[in-house]
């Protein structure tokens, strides 16, 4: 079955609780139900992986190079994750960014993303609703197999 792969980086893991007047209260195992929801309708399948090493989310862009698409939210490593945008640039299927805040109307730090362009797209500012988003856009950015050309 195709699947799609949830990536989320460094302190996402904690979502619910975690500043929520800037991230919200939704939790992330809230927010990966939405999203399996939302692609179910291509009949693709989750993979939802959080880790807060670097390393590791690289290991798992590398693991599912044959995923349909990827939604990835880098948190902090947008900044600098120099080796996570390594493994971004080698991954095929589309991706879209996603950050629950609007980082533009943050700190001048958040402001540059060395992932977002490499992305499909970014979705930014949406708090939780921005996953979903992101979901529906992959559902029609990802051609059918037997989809006329
Ligand atoms: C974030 C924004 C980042 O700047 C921050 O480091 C995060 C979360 C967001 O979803 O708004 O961890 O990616």
């Not at 302190?11 to 609780?17: D, E, K, Q, S, V």
């Not at 209260?25 to 139900?33: N, Y």
């Not at 880098?74 to 805040?101: C, T, Y």
């Amino acid at each position: 079955m195709s699947h799609v792969l949830l990536l989320n980086g460094p302190n996402l893991g904690t979502l619910g609780t975690r500043q929520p007047e800037i991230y919200g209260t939704t939790t992330l195992a809230r927010i990966e139900a939405e999203v399996a929801h939302e692609i179910s309708v291509r009949g693709w399948k989750l993979v939802a992986e959080q880790r807060n090493g670097e390393g590791e989310l690289i290991d798992l862009l590398q693991q599912h190079g044959d995923a349909v698409g990827a939604l990835v939210n880098p948190g902090a490593l947008m900044i600098a994750g120099w080796g996570l945008r390594d493994a971004l640039a080698d991954f095929a299927p589309p991706w879209i960014e996603v950050h629950l805040s609007n980082v533009w109307a943050r700190e001048s730090f958040r402001h540059m993303s060395v992932t977002a362009p490499l992305a499909a797209g970014v979705v930014m500012g949406m708090g939780a609703l921005g996953y979903r988003v992101a979901a529906q856009a992959l559902t029609r950015l990802v051609p059918s197999a037997d989809a006329p050309d």
